[in-house]
């Protein structure tokens, strides 16, 4: 269960980001959250991913305020999180393998239990072939599944996407979504933050709205067809 | 066992990842070192040199009258008691007269039909390294004037003014200009490292956002740092030979006696191994200050 209360952010040169933004996200859920560029999606996501601290109010997540804790217990917080960046941030400098390897390693896991667990992970976006290739020969897309297999090698409990969908074609835009929609039935939260608005309609989940800040709307997905997507 | 093995193949990998940057820290590293390391062969060698000039420096104690054996030994016992003295010697009147004899050299017919009880039978008294300096002279005298026998004392003061101020100044200069080029080794490595680390501000900043802790950041760079210091100061040690081995040995040789160039050698043992700690712990503290400011979590 995530939490927000009373959430505001406003940056250093004085541009306010957030107001007063008050939120529930129980386990297992997936929420879109949506809004036009500079509504406050990805600072938001920064916040939940202790990327940078609000200006005030509190964030829960399993219990714990996240608002409180030092830079190791954010480090060790962040294991629990996978998060998709809109950039991918991947180590251009690195092999597949090695990217996607990178959270095993900072959890101290056995050589062997990596080599497994990031074959897995690879087999599962469809990229075991191109293990040793290294980012930039790769496509967008396929970038864009190297990370999220990064993000998916620890098992996350919560998976968040900053514009995953903003860079690729629709073909993928749309594979992408699915693979979101499969760990999500696997039980793991995801916060999807996207303004692609035919992607919404094609996967209807519960949608947060902001505006300048704001939240101005949080509707739930219609009842219909128990929330999968309509191909 | 895991994350230590992590570490050491990330050490390992970044540096021949980016072998023009690495090298460039090593080739800084080495160049700075190898300056310093010239400087301490330099002032190692000027305090060896100093040493053996203050070997000169004795208290010569001139007798009244030739001591009898038994007063000798006695006298010897008690001098040797005080502190800071490293040898007491006794030159006969026959000795004395031997080496004057000697100095005169051409002149030494001067002395034709004199007997050595013309000179004074004398004690040279040599004093302890450290206390080889106008003040230690002069606490020794301080305390051989306790004995009534001796009231005639020769230390050749002026030539000690002398050393002792020109032993000052070589302090002086070598501390200033030791301490300025330890401080430009460090800010120039400092930077050199700072520059590194800034080529791979993105790799810091994606570990952290996977969950790393600051430390699992910092060890492969701060172990990288020390590597490249280690490995920067053999080349120095090394580049400092040849200069020490043309410069110094056959250069100087040429222009020196014999004696003076067979003097001059290089760094000791534990000198050098101070310069190779010096480059780990350069290498460790130029990665760690910059790393401060780039890894934030």
């Known amino acids: 269960?995530?939490?927000?209360?009373?959430?505001?952010?406003?940056?250093?040169?004085?541009?306010?980001?957030?107001?007063?933004?008050?939120?529930?996200?129980?386990?297992?859920?997936?929420?879109?959250?949506?809004?036009?560029?500079?509504?406050?999606?990805?600072?938001?996501?920064?916040?939940?991913?202790?990327?940078?601290?609000?200006?005030?109010g509190q964030?829960?997540?399993?219990?714990?305020?996240?608002?409180?804790l030092n830079s190791r217990n954010i480090a060790l917080l962040r294991r629990d999180i996978g998060f998709i960046f809109q950039d991918f941030k991947l180590l251009n400098a690195r092999t597949v393998f090695e990217n996607v390897a990178l959270p095993l390693q900072v959890k101290a896991a056995s050589h062997r239990e990596i080599s497994t667990r990031v074959y897995q992970v690879l087999q599962y976006v469809g990229l075991e072939y191109k293990l040793q290739r290294k980012p930039l020969e790769l496509s967008g897309g396929e970038q864009q599944r190297v990370a999220i297999a990064r993000a998916l090698v620890v098992n996350p409990?919560?998976?968040?996407?900053?514009?995953?969908?903003?860079n690729l074609d629709h073909e993928l835009a749309v594979e992408i979504m699915q693979m979101f929609t499969r760990i999500n039935e696997s039980g793991t939260t995801v916060i999807v933050a996207t303004h692609d608005k035919e992607m919404l309609q094609r996967f209807p989940r519960r949608t947060i709205m902001l505006h300048d800040g704001n939240i101005i709307s949080d509707s739930a997905p219609p009842p219909t067809d128990s929330n999968t997507e309509s191909l | 066992m895991e994350r230590l093995r992590y570490f050491i193949q990330r050490t390992l990998f970044s540096m021949r990842q980016s072998p023009?940057?690495?090298?460039?820290?090593?080739g800084t590293v080495a160049i700075a070192l190898m300056l310093l390391a010239f400087f301490t062969l330099i002032v190692f060698n000027v305090q060896n040199l100093t040493r053996e000039w203050s070997r000169?420096?004795?208290?010569?104690?001139?007798?009244d009258q030739v001591p009898s054996e038994n007063k000798l030994q006695l006298w010897t016992e008690e001098i040797m008691q005080?502190?800071?003295?490293?040898?007491?010697?006794?030159?006969?009147?026959?000795?004395?007269?031997?080496?004057?004899?000697?100095?005169?050299?051409q002149n030494a017919d001067l002395l034709e039909g004199l007997l050595p009880e013309i000179l004074p039978a004398a004690l040279e008294i040599s004093l302890a390294e450290s206390a080889r300096s106008r003040e230690g002279t002069e606490r020794l005298i301080g305390l051989l004037k306790s004995n009534k026998d001796f009231h005639d004392f020769r230390y050749g003061q002026e030539w000690l003014d002398r050393y002792d101020a020109s032993i000052f100044l070589l302090r002086l200069t070598g501390t200033m200009a030791g301490g300025f080029l330890i401080f430009a080794t460090l800010f120039i490595i400092s930077n050199t490292i700072k520059l590194t680390i800034y080529a791979r501000r993105d790799e810091l900043e994606i570990m952290g956002l996977i969950g790393a802790t600051p430390m699992f950041i910092k060890a492969p760079f701060m172990a990288e740092g020390a590597c490249q210091g280690i490995i920067g100061a053999c080349l120095a040690l090394g580049g400092c030979h040849l200069l020490y081995y043309?410069?110094?040995?056959?250069?100087?040789?040429?222009?020196l006696t014999t004696a003076a160039a067979q003097n001059i050698h290089f760094l000791p043992l534990a000198?050098?191994?101070?310069?190779?700690?010096?480059?780990?712990?350069?290498?460790?503290?130029?990665?760690?200050?910059?790393?401060r400011k780039f890894v934030r979590i």
């Not at chain 1, 964030?59 to 409180?68: C, F, H, P, S, V």
């Not at chain 1, 409990?157 to 903003?166: F, I, S």
């Not at chain 2, 050098?272 to 910059?290: D, E, K, N, R, T």
């Open chain 1, 59 to 68: 964030i829960l997540m399993g219990g714990r305020n996240t608002t409180r």
């Open chain 2, 20 to 26: 023009l940057l690495c090298s460039a820290t090593i």
């Open chain 2, 271 to 291: 000198y050098q191994g101070g310069i190779i700690a010096l480059g780990l712990l350069l290498g460790f503290i130029g990665s760690l200050l910059p790393l």
């Open chain 1, 157 to 166: 409990r919560l998976l968040m996407a900053d514009e995953p969908t903003g």
């Open chain 2, 82 to 105: 005080y502190p800071d003295v490293e040898r007491v010697h006794y030159v006969t009147q026959q000795q004395a007269f031997e080496r004057f004899h000697e100095r005169l050299g």
């Open chain 2, 246 to 255: 043309f410069f110094l040995k056959k250069g100087l040789a040429a222009l």
């Open chain 2, 56 to 63: 000169d420096i004795q208290v010569i104690v001139y007798l």
């Open chain 1, 1 to 56: 269960m995530i939490q927000l209360f009373n959430i505001g952010k406003i940056y250093q040169n004085g541009a306010p980001a957030l107001h007063d933004i008050n939120l529930k996200i129980p386990s297992g859920d997936f929420v879109y959250i949506t809004g036009s560029s500079g509504a406050g999606k990805s600072t938001l996501l920064r916040l939940l991913y202790c990327a940078q601290k609000p200006s005030r």
